[in-house]
Structures are given as structure tokens and as C-alpha cells.
């Protein structure tokens, strides 16, 4: 499975858009983008993914650049209960086990 | 609410021993895996299991093991407990093989002192 790189941590207003990037450059054809985020402890959501078209769900918005080689989740309007960590993680999705290989992820705050 | 239910809750015990974690996954998935959660290694992939079968294994140490039991419920085995065993366990399920959007439990947070 493709690497990926993330900031180690990002500050955002509560109600403002918060935007985690995540770069993949070594992405392969067959490779999607996932993203799940884990609250304080908690086990860890599923919160989108994509191929390489942009995908939107009631949670969040996935941007995945025309190379794929990087990709921005978007909460729109975040709240305190989007404080976590956020993981971006490439892997194929089609026969296979599909484990999920965790890096350090993103630790997202929201400030009031 | 994710539908995996994980028992127990907290597991305190001491070294040298053996304990067992139990899943459940949400109704009807077939797959269950098993991730270990500590401060130094992170999130890691250990087992999972299709159908009652092992499909994949991770970074599972000789002194653990699992099952996955006919009615779908699974069970990881640790044995002969280290410190260094200490961390939060979770379980996650899929409704197929390949299945990537994975609902995790709870977990399992193990104390070896």
C-alpha cells in the first residue's frame, strides 16, 4: 500500500471549513483514499473515500487532485466534536484482505 | 454506534498471564479484525477473519491468537503477557473480504502489570 504523509497537527474555528491534506505520491492506479478519524480514544470512523473523482458525504468532502499523487478532506463547518485524528490511508480496495495501515495522522482541534 | 461490541470494557492484569478479548461484529458482516492501539507503535493491523477462516495476518506476536466462531463472533487470545502488551484493542468488521470501510468496537483497554 502507497505511503502517506500528513501534518502532524492543524488548529481550526469552529465553524469555519477545516482542510487536511494528505499527500500519496506513490499512489497506484488500483489504490483508493480513505480517511477515518479516531475521537479521543475511541474507535476509529470511517469518514469517505475516492478513486479520483471528488466524493461528498453528510460527514465530509473529499478532494483528490487529476494526478492523485495528493488529497484534501474537507469538514465544511466543523465543530468541537470533529476534535480527533485524522488518518488518511491509501489501499486497494478489491480482493485481498484489506487491512488498514494506520500512519500518524492528523491531531485536529477545534477552537471555540 | 457502529454495531461491534467488545467485551470487556477494561482488563487489568499481571504478567505471565492469559486473557481472551471478545467481538462482535454488526450484524451480518463476515469479516473481523483485530488492531492493537499502544503510545509507541500506534494503530496496527494483527489478524482478520472471513467466514471463520484467517484471511490475513499482521503484526501478530506467537503468544497471540485468534478465532472467529461459527456465528461470526471472534476472540483474541493473549498469552503469557509482557508489559509491553498494554494497549487498547479493537476489533472492526466488513461486511465482505475486501471490504475498506471497517466499523470498529469500542476496544479493549489491557493493563498487564
Known amino acids: 500500500d502507497a505511503k502517506t504523509t500528513q501534518p502532524t497537527s492543524m488548529d481550526c474555528a469552529e465553524g469555519r471549513a477545516a482542510n487536511l491534506p494528505c499527500n500519496h505520491s506513490?499512489?497506484?492506479?488500483?489504490?483508493?483514499v480513505y480517511w477515518y478519524r479516531q475521537i479521543h480514544s475511541q474507535g476509529p470512523q470511517y469518514i469517505i473515500h475516492?478513486?479520483?473523482n471528488n466524493e461528498t458525504n453528510e460527514m465530509a468532502s473529499l478532494i483528490i487532485t487529476e494526478d492523485r499523487k495528493s488529497s484534501t478532506l474537507i469538514l465544511p463547518h466543523a465543530t468541537l466534536r470533529d476534535t480527533a485524528v485524522y488518518y488518511c490511508?491509501?489501499?486497494?480496495?478489491?480482493?485481498?484482505?484489506?487491512?488498514?495501515?494506520f500512519g500518524q495522522g492528523t491531531r485536529l482541534t477545534i477552537n471555540p | 454506534d457502529s454495531g461491534v461490541t467488545q467485551t470487556p470494557k477494561h482488563l487489568i492484569t499481571a504478567t505471565g498471564q492469559r486473557v481472551t478479548l471478545r467481538c462482535s461484529p454488526r450484524?451480518?458482516?463476515?469479516?473481523v479484525y483485530w488492531y492493537q492501539q499502544s503510545l509507541d507503535q500506534g494503530l496496527q493491523f494483527l489478524i482478520q477473519?472471513?467466514?471463520?477462516?484467517?484471511?490475513a495476518k499482521g503484526n501478530i506476536l506467537e503468544r497471540f491468537s485468534a478465532q472467529q466462531f461459527p456465528d461470526l463472533h471472534s476472540e483474541l487470545n493473549l498469552s503469557s503477557l509482557e508489559l509491553g502488551d498494554s494497549a487498547l484493542y479493537f476489533c472492526?468488521?466488513?461486511?465482505?473480504?475486501?471490504?475498506?470501510?471497517?466499523?470498529f468496537g469500542p476496544g479493549t483497554r489491557l493493563t498487564v502489570l
Open positions: 472492526a468488521s466488513s461486511p465482505n473480504w475486501g471490504g475498506n470501510e471497517q466499523f
Open positions: 506513490t499512489i497506484s492506479g488500483n489504490e483508493y
Open positions: 475516492g478513486l479520483k
Open positions: 490511508i491509501v489501499t486497494k480496495t478489491q480482493q485481498g484482505a484489506q487491512k488498514l495501515v
Open positions: 450484524s451480518g458482516d463476515l469479516s
Open positions: 477473519y472471513y467466514n471463520g477462516e484467517e484471511r
